[in-house]
């Protein structure tokens, strides 16, 4: 019997040997994969999953795709690898939890770490990180003070100076959403069209280049999101378009400024399930919430989770409370109205 014992913990001894020989790819295949579709850019989650793998061995397999993930997914249906999905904006979370793609999870982990206004009450959608849609407005042609609140975008005063992305991308939609919610349809209406008459050209181009063309003289005032503003410091050609805006977080001093949120969920027909909540469970933890805020200056759910020190600069982000999912019901009509004021037009 002793015999026996002595002979299996020295063949485990071996194995192990050979494994650790063998190196980091096969001791991820002894304890599983966890397969993501992935609407949020590599830069930022792969380092993410490097850690993950580190920490616990599971190999993270990923499909990046920033269009017609969703579409992929309800085609594959029941035969679908997918473990975890992953979105970049809160408008395609909800289009996950509308395609049926996502399933509930109940997780004390997870709950802990995310504050009930960050995740579905059933589990079907978890926020990761907000950011702020705000104004980059010029410092050398926009008083400090002049322009304080999403409203004032529609003021007259400030004709022929906003510049815009399109109205159409989900940023924008989420955007207009939110006013229908605070001002009923007509009131935003006449708020859309106000903000249309006073672009400076034809929506184009994404938030950054919005911002190029205040720093170019083409506008004074632009709308973007708010972790760009980090995002352009740091890099060598956009610091100048950075260095010539101050930012304004819209209506700080009455309901709070817009946020949007990224976002995941347990794919409905996950294969590796427990594989994909501990990814999910280490995707809100500290490590990686970390990461997000400083790799990409976004504001981490996690509330033990700091942003980083350039977006704690900007001082504390005093959020719009409207629940996420309630603006998010709105984006329909939010597009019927960009549509109506011709806005991209
Ligand atoms: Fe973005």
Same mark, same amino acid.
């Not at 504050?115 to 579905?120: H, I, L, S, T």
């Not at 999403?150 to 005063?157: C, G, I, Q, R, S």
């Given at each position: 019997m002793r015999a026996i014992k002595v002979g299996v913990s020295a063949l485990l001894g071996i194995a192990a040997i050979a494994a650790a020989q063998m190196g980091a790819a096969t001791v991820a295949n002894a304890e599983g994969v966890v397969n993501v579709y992935s609407m949020r850019q590599p830069f930022l989650v792969e380092p993410i999953f490097e850690k993950f793998t580190k920490e616990t061995g599971i190999e993270v397999k990923t499909v990046f795709s920033k269009k017609g993930l969703l579409e992929r997914l309800e085609q594959e249906g029941e035969n679908s690898p997918a473990d975890v999905i992953m979105t970049s904006s809160f408008g395609d979370t909800m289009r996950t939890v509308e395609m049926e793609l996502t399933q509930p999870v109940e997780n004390d982990i997870l709950n802990a770490q995310i !504050? *009930? +206004?960050?995740? *579905?009450e059933d589990g079907r959608w978890f926020a990761l990180t907000t950011r702020a849609r705000i104004l980059y407005v010029s410092k050398d042609r926009v008083e400090p003070g002049a322009i304080s609140t999403? +409203? =004032?975008? *529609? =003021? !007259?005063?400030w004709k022929g100076r906003i510049c815009t992305r399109s109205g159409t991308h989900p940023y924008n939609v989420q955007l207009v959403a939110s006013m229908i919610l605070h001002h009923g349809k007509d009131d935003a209406k006449a708020w859309l069209e106000g903000l249309k008459n006073n672009l400076a050209r034809k929506p184009q181009g994404n938030d950054r280049a919005q911002i190029k063309a205040v720093s170019e003289g083409e506008c004074d005032i632009a709308l973007g999101n708010s972790y760009y503003m980090g995002k352009m410091l740091a890099d060598e050609e956009q610091r100048v378009w950075a260095e010539s805006v101050n930012l304004v977080f819209p209506n700080a001093n009455d309901r709070g400024t817009h946020v949007n949120a990224s976002g995941m969920g347990l794919a409905k027909?996950? !294969?590796n399930r427990e594989n994909a909540l501990k990814l999910m469970e280490f995707l809100a933890g500290k490590t990686a919430q970390g990461i997000y805020a400083e790799a990409n200056y976004e504001y981490p759910v996690h509330k033990d989770v700091a942003p980083s020190k350039l977006v704690q600069g900007w001082g504390a982000l005093k959020r719009d409370s409207l629940p996420l999912e309630k603006v998010a019901a709105n984006r329909n009509d939010a597009v019927k109205l960009v549509n109506e004021v011709g806005y991209n037009e």
């Open positions: !504050p *009930a +206004e960050f995740r *579905a999403y +409203e =004032d975008l *529609a =003021d !007259p005063k027909g996950s !294969p």
